[in-house]
Each structure stands twice: as C-alpha cells, then as structure tokens.
C-alpha cells in the first residue's frame, strides 16, 4: 500500500510471525522487556483506496460464523489475538521479561488504528504496561501534554498493569508543536513533575540520541538535575 509493506493483522501467519519473532528474543536476548509501538492497521483504512485489503479474509470469518462480528470489530479482535499471543508466548519465555505498548497519546486516535487500548489496560492477560507517546509541548495549542496525560488516567486500568508517560525529548529546543518549545529549557522537567503529581507509575524519553543533541541539551541537563534530586522512578 502506497509503496509500504503490511503484515496483515487478519492472517494467521502474520500473527505467528510476530509471536515466534517475540518469543525468539525472549529466549536467546538479555532483555528486559519487549515493547510494541503504535502500528497496528494502517491508518484511516476505510477512506483510502486500500480499505479492502483484508475484505478476503473479513468474507471468510463471516461465511463460516453464524453471528459475525462487524468488520470493525473483526479487526480490533485480529490486533487483540495477537497482542495477547504476544503476551504469552513471551511470559512462557521468561516470566520476569514485561511485554509493553505505546500507542498514539491522542487516545482517539487509536481508533482508527484498531487498538484497542481499553481492553488492554482494564483486562489481564494483554500486556504489563502502557506507555502513550505523549509527544506535545505543555503550550501545544492542538493538544496540550497535560490534557492527553489525563485522558490516560482516566482509562480503566486492572491493579497490575502500569502506566508510564512517553515524553518526547526528541522535540526539546526545536520548532516543534508550534514554536512552544523554545518558550523556555524546563518543559521535559516540568512534564516528569507532572506525571508524578497525577499518579503516573514512571516515564520513558524518547528518543536515546535527543539525550545527546545540541538544540535540547539546556532541557537534559535540567531533566538530569531533577532526577538527580528526587527519587528514582
């Protein structure tokens, strides 16, 4: 589609593919943990000219099911098979090993992605952590890092599974999210402040070479200093 190449969530072998390629690192790589990003269905599939990609296979399930589910929700069940396939296979590799998502902080937006972020936080068995890509400035004015983490908390989540705030440091000192960026070096700071206020279980900064650039050095060294200064999370 468009020049990329999908594995199809609705086939069978794509869903082997992914468990046995998790597994394998699970077993033969010192890790701690094994993460997933936000790709799922591409994006937006029914108004494009790609929509019935997976219309074969959609044909198939409903011709030999007697209450189909509707496409929609055929394809937020293919991504859940094969998140919680995932989630085993790789606690039967190594039980201490953490098997985590980080979808698209936009929760709304997951939608049209087919993850289906509420059942994986509210239900056992589908992953040990959430990570949202909370990826905007404080000041974003499209949707602000404050606003998006709390539509997070909000979520149903079961008692085991925790909750960590992406923060974008790849975006410290650029241009980004309309400027706001540059308005001052303490906004990574200030983000980890507040998913520590709002009850937010850690953070993770994306990505490892922005901890190195020149345009968020300022940001880093006040992250570091912070860190440096309160309890390790």
């Known amino acids: 589609m468009d020049g990329e190449t999908y594995l199809n969530p609705a086939s069978e072998d794509a869903i082997h593919l992914i468990v046995d390629g998790a597994a394998e690192i699970a077993e033969n790589y010192d890790v701690d943990g094994i993460q997933f990003d936000d790709y799922f269905y591409p994006p937006y599939l029914d108004s494009s000219e790609d929509g019935d990609f997976d219309q074969k296979d959609y044909e198939a399930y409903a011709g030999q099911t007697d209450s189909p589910l509707s496409l929609d929700d055929f394809r937020r069940n293919n991504v859940n098979k094969m998140v919680k396939a995932v989630y085993e296979a790789v606690h039967q590799a190594k039980p201490d090993i953490l098997f985590g998502i980080s979808p698209q902080g936009n929760l709304d937006n997951n939608a049209a992605l087919y993850a289906d972020v509420e059942t994986w936080c509210a239900e056992e068995g589908y992953i040990d952590y959430i990570c949202p890509q909370l990826y905007y400035s404080i ?31 790849y975006k410290a000192g650029t241009d980004a999210d309309e400027g706001t960026w540059l308005d001052n070096s303490d906004i990574l700071k200030t983000e980890l402040e507040i998913a520590r206020e709002k009850g937010a279980d850690g953070f993770m900064l994306y990505s490892f070479d922005s901890l190195h650039s020149e345009e968020g050095k300022k940001e880093i060294e006040n992250v570091m200093r912070y860190l440096s200064t309160s309890p390790t999370q």
């Open 139 to 169: 000041d974003n004015p499209s949707l602000g890092y404050e606003d998006s983490l709390n539509d997070w908390l909000k979520l149903k989540r079961h008692d085991q599974l925790k909750l960590y705030a992406g923060v974008p440091a």
